[in-house]
Each structure stands twice: as C-alpha cells, then as structure tokens.
C-alpha cells in the first residue's frame, strides 16, 4: 500500500504511461470533456483540490520541460493569484497562448486530469522533458 506522494491509482496510471515530450492537462472544473483522452476526474467541490494542488503533487516525479497556459488568464485573475501561479512553475518555460489555440493542444495529451478549482483559465498543459 503506498503511504506517501500521489495516492489516487488512475493518476498512478496515466503518470506512468507519461514518455519524452508527452503531454498532460491538469484543467479546473469547468473545462470541456474530451472523448479523445483519458479524463481522470478527481474534483470533489468547488475549490478542492485545486490545479495548482495538483501540479505540486505531480512535479514531485514529473519533469516538466515546458508548460502552457490560456493568456486570458491575466486579465481574468489577480496579481495574487498569477503570482502562485507564476511561483509554481518556477524553473519552466511558460508561454501563455490564446485559449482557443491551447485547447487544439488538449487532444494530443496522454490524458487530462479535471479538478474542482474555479479558478478562470486556471488550465495548464504540461510536457515532459
């Protein structure tokens, strides 16, 4: 039994397949379902657990070479919240991109993993190095 890191199996799983330049979707409540990949869903109310929660937990054996995000999240969220963000991804490019051209990259993902965050534009794509 594992006592320590990710517990959740179907995260596990989908890690574990993660090779060279694959990608991963950690995204907020409300983004779209994609029949294209495997969802894990893990949201459990508003707020909990959070993307960023998430991508904490999965850094922790994942090497991200590179990272994207909907450049509306700047003007839909406060200097606090973009700090977090931008502290979390320290370390990792980030280019931020229209929403519209980051979803065409959602498809090509190994899998998404759906939080209950309601945070705006909080998605993230992450690819491994």
């Known amino acids: 039994m594992l006592k320590t890191g990710i517990l959740n199996p179907n995260i596990l799983a989908l890690l574990a397949r993660v090779r060279h330049t694959n990608t991963l979707v950690i995204a907020d409540r409300g983004f779209p379902f994609w029949p294209q990949i495997e969802t894990v869903d893990i949201s459990l109310v508003d707020g909990i657990p959070r993307v960023l929660d998430v991508l904490n937990a999965v850094r922790a054996n994942y ?22 963000f931008a502290t979390a991804f320290d370390g990792v490019p980030l280019t931020f991109e229209p929403h519209v051209e980051f979803k065409k990259r959602v498809p090509h993902a190994i899998g998404l993993i759906r939080t209950g965050d309601t945070i705006q534009y909080a998605n993230m794509i992450i690819e491994s190095a």
Do not use: C, D, L, Q
């Not at 090497?63 to 977090?84: D, K, Q």
């Open 63 to 84: 090497v991200i070479g590179h990272a994207w995000m909907a450049e509306e999240f700047h003007g839909a969220n406060n200097a606090t919240t973009r700090m977090e």
